[in-house]
């Protein structure tokens, strides 16, 4: 069967973009959910009207208190990277052509990503303000810091570069919000363990919908997204929160730590890296990808050997053993 789209001229994001904003506009309501059907912050959290309200934060703070060193940090910093949300958001609308139209599909996908997004760092942040464990003003000074300082991801206002890096990071956020929740779980906590639950299956969500977009323009314009796929993994996919600080350090001292304590716990690892790699190789249906030009061609081996190179990388990586007192927890470790 002949196929009758004609492809797109390389290079030609402008027309993708447009292309796209019509299976945007359908979709797009798969991909979230209606407000009102909505999970909220409030159901989760203690009801100062209820009259078991002092007896629920008592509860609430006996379960935080048996939470591992490691994992509070990791919850703190995972709600740092939820606070910065508004980076995300102006950076997503730095995009070439989403800002095109205030009413079209691109901007309405961006604003209400970004406010069903919002209801997880705001979920988070009451948690830890309830739990006892976290002081808050140090977590407050990084939270200001992290949105001053903003982030460089190198993906520039390239569409396809930035919704690879988004398709990455939802899936990245949706694996750590999902063992946080297992292993508050195992710590006897069970609220949190809801809490990260419920966030995680948004990521999972919200990581579907930027797959998808690729996969739209990858029919029509697939040597372009290889070659920005290549480029993103050439740069490495920084995590959004690299810049992370906390008072009195210089700008990115704290990320490193936040990151060991990742890796420590399992929550997010080396292997993951790669395993998401994968799992967008085989989304994207990448090797089977043909009619590439020579720079797509070769975008394409290189992306698809990578996996195996980058995993003898981490099978040689050490598990970090250096432990830090973060100045956000209460109490030292
Ligand atoms: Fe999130
Ligand atoms: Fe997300």
Redesign the pocket.
């Known amino acids: 069967m002949e196929n009758t789209m004609q492809p797109i001229h390389e290079g030609s994001r402008k027309e993708v973009m447009s292309y796209l904003e019509p299976y945007m506009l359908n979709e797009m309501s798969e991909y979230l959910k209606p407000v009102e059907e909505m999970w909220q912050p409030a159901d989760f959290l203690p009801d100062a009207s209820r009259d078991t309200f002092f007896q629920e934060i008592k509860d609430l703070q006996d379960s935080a208190k048996e939470l591992p060193y490691d994992l509070v940090a990791v919850l703190i910093g995972d709600t740092v990277t939820?606070e910065a949300l508004p980076t995300y958001e102006s950076w997503l609308t730095m995009v070439d052509d989403v800002e095109k139209h205030e009413q079209g599909g691109w901007m309405k996908w961006v604003r209400a990503w970004t406010a069903e997004?919002n209801r997880?760092?705001d979920l988070l942040n009451k948690y830890i303000f309830l739990s006892g464990r976290v002081d808050m003003r140090q977590f407050e000074i990084s939270v200001q810091y992290l949105l001053r300082d903003g982030f460089d991801i190198g993906t520039g206002r390239d569409p396809y570069r930035n919704f690879i890096y988004t398709s990455f990071q939802e899936i990245a956020?949706n694996i750590s919000?999902r063992r946080v929740a297992g292993l508050a779980k195992q710590s006897g906590d069970k609220l949190l363990a809801k809490m990260c639950g419920v966030?995680a299956s948004?990521?999972a969500r919200?990581a579907k919908a930027y797959i998808s977009f690729i996969s739209k323009a990858a029919e029509v314009d697939a040597s372009e997204v290889l070659v920005a796929f290549e480029d993103m993994m050439k740069k490495k996919i920084v995590m959004p929160a690299h810049f992370l600080r906390e008072s009195g350090e210089p700008q990115s001292e704290l990320f490193s730590h936040f990151s060991d304590a990742a890796q420590r716990l399992g929550v997010y690892t080396a292997v993951d890296y790669v395993d998401i790699m994968k799992e967008l190789l085989t989304e994207w249906k990448v090797d089977a990808m043909t009619n590439l030009n020579e720079a797509g061609e070769k975008a394409r081996d290189y992306l698809m050997r990578l996996p195996d190179r980058l995993l003898r990388i981490a099978d040689r990586m050490k598990n970090p053993e250096k432990h830090y007192s973060f100045k956000w927890i209460h109490g030292g470790r």
């Open positions: 939820e997004e997880h760092g956020t919000h966030i948004d990521e919200h």
